[in-house]
């Protein structure tokens, strides 16, 4: 399943009122950690596409979203359950911690 690409507009939508387990990567397109963290999102995606949805945002195109999360520096990505953020991972991160998280909610 791909990364799915979200505005301010559909992040309420596509994020809090999502049944699955919903991991939002906070990036910007000039950062070069958040490039580095692409691929292991798309894996992540890929392979827990029947319990977790992967998502990613622009916080220089939706900077009132990354300020609503407390978003201070990226690479960030939380974890929403329920359309709660239950988990936080900042900077690059093992695609092993990711998973974990998931499993354990």
Not at 27 to 44: Q, S
Not at 48 to 74: H, T
Request: net charge negative.
């Amino acid at each position: 399943m791909a990364v799915t690409v979200l505005t301010s507009a559909t992040f309420e939508e596509e994020v809090l009122k999502e049944d699955k387990v919903v991991l939002v990567d906070f990036y910007a397109d000039w950062c070069g950690p958040c490039k580095m963290m692409a691929p292991t999102l798309d894996e992540i995606a890929d392979e827990q596409s029947d319990v977790l949805k992967v998502c990613k945002i622009n916080v220089d195109d939706a900077p009132d979203v990354a300020r609503a999360y407390r978003v201070m520096s990226i690479p960030n990505m939380v974890l929403f359950k329920d359309g709660k953020a239950v988990n936080r991972f900042v900077g690059v991160t093992d695609k092993s911690d990711i998973v974990e998280a998931v499993k354990e909610l």
